[in-house]
């Protein structure tokens, strides 16, 4: 079946570039990860089609960064209606090339759909500030104007939601974008932009350019001094390398890097409410989120109660396809993903962890695994300090709440963690003590477009998301002057 009519979407499948779709010399193809069978071929952008965009992104800055404020809200108004209206063909698409159930993609499709209403609703509160110095000698006015070009690099967990997410405040704050979406997921992305352009986004304001070779092509943009930010959600690997290229020209960079979340279960929580927040956190998206729990602690005195409560929940969940409805738990998104999973599950196993469930991947054509809870994990296990990427519940025991807190604390990720407890005092106190960027408190989502995203230490830097997202496509000037 055509990617057309699995998802009732007319999915373009070329790089679009200064408002023309180009074919580009060469393809690449996109699997379905539930078959491992081609779903389309996509065009394969190089370094020439890159520098192209970024020239057609340079070109319609002027225009865009004058455009007044309420017609860029309304573009990004009609793309929020647009995006509601394709809901459903939007998490089918998604559903076809990241494999994640439908339940998920739905999700997925309304709350990116929702950075575009936010952002619309942000496009027209861009303020300065006016004060008089300190000493009275002058006034201090500041206004905030659009950074300039901007490149997008986003992943393939969530195509939609981390595309519209620097989209929408790129496009708030007047700044043309290039966005290079992850291989493995290029095509929600190529419908985004089509759906932007039927917006109204005018030539050159949004650019796309899938590439099956992002290390070079991705250098080349970051290599020209036309691009004055860079926008990035990943891995911290990759991460690290583009922080070494945005020093040469002095880039400014947003970015969104791996997490780690410890999920803490005291022995004060209700735990029915830690069992459904434990479902949301380590579940959704099939674990495949860099704000998936990675690591249970929880109380010796609940543990055991958790953890049956628990597995029967995981036990019901149904792993396939994921456009099939029944499916609660998709494929993972390729065979490296699944690799990995298996590598640090049988690693726990062998160094005296216990699976109360799962465990393995099963015997079938797809990138699956199975939910996986996993019991009396020792402190050192690979797997404890890794990112999972998959779905599997590492246990840990505590006693000591100063022990939870340390050893959450003890990764360079802080992205986000997750506190079950019902004494107040407890939960800020600890909420206050983790080296996270978003808690959780009990809470098993954190993600809104109208919250500040992002993590402290090495999961990031800047924030996504609420007013701070949209400062981040911008530059704070200053006058000084008197009258
Ligand atoms: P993940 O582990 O989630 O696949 P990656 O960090 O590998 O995360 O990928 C995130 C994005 O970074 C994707 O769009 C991918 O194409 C891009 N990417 C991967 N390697 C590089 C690189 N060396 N330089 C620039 N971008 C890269």
Redesign the pocket.
Known sequence: MSITELTGLDVPTGLLIGGEWAKGNATFPVLDPATEEPLAEVADGTVSDALDAVAAAQAALPGWAATPPRQRADILHRAFVLMKERAEQFARLMSAENGKSLRDARGEAAYAAEFFRWYAEEAVRIEGTLMRAPSGGNRILTMHQPIGVSLL?????FPAAMATRKIGPALAAGCPVVL?????TPLTALALAALLREAGVPDGVVNVVN?SD??S???AM?NDSRVRKMS????T???R??LG?AARSVMSTSMELGGNAPFLIFEDADIDAAVEGALIAKMRNGGEACTAANRFYVHDAVADQFNQAFAARLRAMKVGPGLDESTDIGPLVNEE?RSKVVGLVDGALASGASALLGGRAPERRGYFYEPTLLDGVAADSAILGTEI?GPVAPVVRFTDEADAVRWANASEFGLVAYVYTQDLRRGLRVSEALESGMIGLNRGLVSDPAAPFGGVKQSGLGREGAHEGLLEYTETKYIATDW
């Open positions: 690099i986003t992943p393939w967990n290079k979406p992850a291989e493995d590439t992002p290390a092509v991705v250098a970051m990035f959600t990943g891995s690997e990759v991460g390398i583009l290229q993903t990427f």
